[in-house]
């Protein structure tokens, strides 16, 4: 096609002419095909086919520098507050920081053998990595507090002294109870917070005896007896603190359920208008130490009296008063609320007497209008229902234990 069909075609749809075409914009045209068009100024507005397009002055997006990545421009579509990508970064995929821990001299041998790698020290537990710290049921109660007595020094044993030869692997009895995973038992021994029988062990070779063997792990009891029960109840108004009545008042045992049997025991009492939290248990072994005045278990109630409360009387209850049958006193005292004409009142006492709560604030002129023990321990009722009763989790078993020195 000669170069004045190609002119004339119709793809070119200005008209324009080869010279024209290149012609400087803004400059006059003469009287042909271009001629009385308008002219576009430069920057302006430019034919597009049939429309126009009006090209708009690029916004620059705004990037706060202390929201970046250090170091690094952020891209086009980086939002401040948004995680660049790693590549971007410069940081390591997770699985070219797995591959790279895997290579390491010792990394694949279990804690404790020769040339296994040693754990950190100061590095943050892991959930799994306390004693079950993977329970779903019962509350965590944090690191356990024993009754103060004078102990010696934890000093590693040889592993002759707590050895079975016909016993069952450690670290698989206190997987077997639920303490954690064969794996992170391992390295609990190895670490020396496992204690048997008294005795700190590091050594993974240790066999127990599971039936007579005595396990702690960070100073929580393993309860390795399953048969054992361990129970709260929401004790309501009105019941009664015994198994059976005669005379056909509501009891403990018309809200248990599914007991297959067993022989429970509540620890310690209840008069029938106090409501609130009543341990029950078959382990009789547990009951009488909670019960004797020489571990002071303490108790905590929450008191309901008429106001105004003056001042003054929690310092004559924390002082001690002279009673019919001894002395006796708070271990705290503490004003929760007040509205008027009440008043609700947080104590603390370990003395296990009948009616104890109660003849106190009678001593003082503010007679008890309702009274609810919320926890007995390290045990606390929390969101539990009244008339309810729930198994203690494990964690809180061992919390128990530990605070009567078992």
């Given at each position: 096609?000669?170069?004045?069909?190609?002119?004339?075609?119709?793809?070119?749809?200005?008209?324009?002419?080869?010279?024209?075409?290149?012609?400087?914009?803004?400059?006059?045209?003469?009287?042909?095909?271009?001629?009385?068009?308008?002219?576009?100024?430069?920057?302006?507005?430019?034919?597009?086919?049939?429309?126009?397009?009006?090209?708009?002055?690029?916004?620059?997006?705004?990037?706060?520098?202390?929201?970046?990545?250090?170091?690094?421009?952020?891209?086009?579509?980086?939002?401040?507050?948004?995680?660049?990508?790693?590549?971007?970064?410069?940081?390591?995929?997770?699985?070219?920081?797995?591959?790279?821990?895997?290579?390491?001299?010792?990394?694949?041998?279990?804690?404790?053998?020769?040339?296994?790698?040693?754990?950190?020290?100061?590095?943050?537990?892991?959930?799994?990595?306390?004693?079950?710290?993977?329970?779903?049921?019962?509350?965590?109660?944090?690191?356990?507090?024993?009754?103060?007595?004078?102990?010696?020094?934890?000093?590693?044993?040889?592993?002759?002294?707590?050895?079975?030869?016909?016993?069952?692997?450690?670290?698989?009895?206190?997987?077997?109870?639920?303490?954690?995973?064969?794996?992170?038992?391992?390295?609990?021994?190895?670490?020396?917070?496992?204690?048997?029988?008294?005795?700190?062990?590091?050594?993974?070779?240790?066999r127990v005896d599971p039936k007579?063997?005595?396990?702690?792990?960070?100073?929580?009891?393993?309860?390795?007896?399953?048969?054992?029960?361990?129970?709260?109840?929401?004790?309501?108004?009105?019941?009664?603190?015994?198994?059976?009545?005669?005379?056909?008042?509501?009891?403990?045992?018309?809200?248990?359920?599914?007991?297959q049997g067993e022989r429970l025991?509540?620890?310690?009492?209840?008069?029938?208008?106090?409501?609130?939290?009543?341990?029950?248990?078959?382990?009789?072994?547990?009951?009488?130490?909670?019960?004797?005045?020489?571990?002071?278990?303490?108790?905590?109630?929450?008191?309901?009296?008429?106001?105004?409360?003056?001042?003054?009387?929690?310092?004559?209850?924390?002082?001690?008063?002279?009673?019919?049958?001894?002395?006796?006193?708070?271990?705290?005292?503490?004003?929760?609320?007040?509205?008027?004409?009440?008043?609700?009142?947080?104590?603390?006492?370990?003395?296990?007497?009948?009616?104890?709560?109660?003849?106190?604030?009678?001593?003082?002129?503010?007679?008890?209008?309702?009274?609810?023990?919320?926890?007995?321990?390290?045990?606390?009722?929390?969101?539990?229902?009244?008339?309810?009763?729930?198994?203690?989790?494990?964690?809180?078993?061992?919390?128990?234990?530990?605070?009567?020195?078992?």
């Amino acid at each position: 096609m000669t170069q004045a069909g190609r002119q004339g075609s119709p793809r070119n749809s200005s008209g324009r002419k080869g010279p024209e075409r290149n012609a400087p914009r803004g400059a006059a045209q003469g009287r042909g095909a271009g001629a009385g068009k308008r002219d576009f100024p430069k920057g302006g507005d430019r034919p597009f086919g049939d429309r126009t397009y009006k090209a708009k002055p690029r916004e620059e997006r705004f990037v706060d520098p202390d929201e970046a990545p250090a170091g690094r421009r952020p891209a086009g579509d980086w939002k401040p507050g948004s995680k660049a990508p790693a590549s971007r970064t410069g940081a390591p995929k997770a699985g070219a920081r797995k591959a790279a821990a895997a290579r390491k001299p010792g990394a694949n041998k279990a804690p404790g053998t020769p040339g296994a790698l040693k754990p950190k020290s100061g590095a943050p537990k892991t959930a799994g990595s306390r004693a079950f710290g993977s329970e779903r049921f019962g509350q965590s109660l944090g690191p356990v507090r024993r009754p103060s007595r004078t102990r010696g020094p934890r000093a590693e044993v040889p592993q002759s002294e707590v050895h079975d030869a016909d016993g069952v692997r450690l670290q698989k009895v206190m997987a077997s109870a639920g303490v954690a995973s064969r794996r992170v038992c391992e390295e609990m021994i190895a670490e020396g917070r496992v204690e048997v029988d008294g005795k700190v062990v590091t050594e993974l070779g240790v066999r127990v005896d599971p039936k007579t063997a005595v396990i702690h792990v960070d100073g929580l009891r393993i309860q390795l007896d399953d048969t054992l029960v361990y129970m709260v109840f929401n004790k309501p108004k009105g019941v009664v603190s015994t198994m059976e009545d005669p005379e056909g008042r509501p009891c403990i045992s018309d809200y248990i359920r599914n007991n297959q049997g067993e022989r429970l025991f509540h620890v310690g009492r209840l008069d029938v208008a106090t409501e609130g939290l009543l341990l029950l248990t078959n382990d009789g072994e547990l009951a009488n130490r909670l019960t004797h005045p020489s571990y002071e278990v303490p108790k905590t109630y929450l008191v309901q009296v008429r106001g105004p409360f003056p001042q003054g009387i929690g310092a004559q209850l924390k002082d001690g008063i002279e009673l019919e049958d001894g002395f006796a006193s708070v271990d705290s005292f503490r004003l929760v609320d007040s509205t008027p004409g009440h008043v609700l009142i947080e104590v603390v006492l370990h003395s296990g007497k009948n009616r104890i709560v109660r003849r106190l604030f009678d001593a003082v002129g503010f007679p008890v209008l309702r009274l609810v023990r919320v926890k007995v321990g390290p045990i606390g009722l929390g969101d539990q229902r009244q008339g309810s009763i729930r198994n203690l989790g494990k964690q809180e078993v061992g919390h128990l234990l530990a605070s009567v020195g078992l």
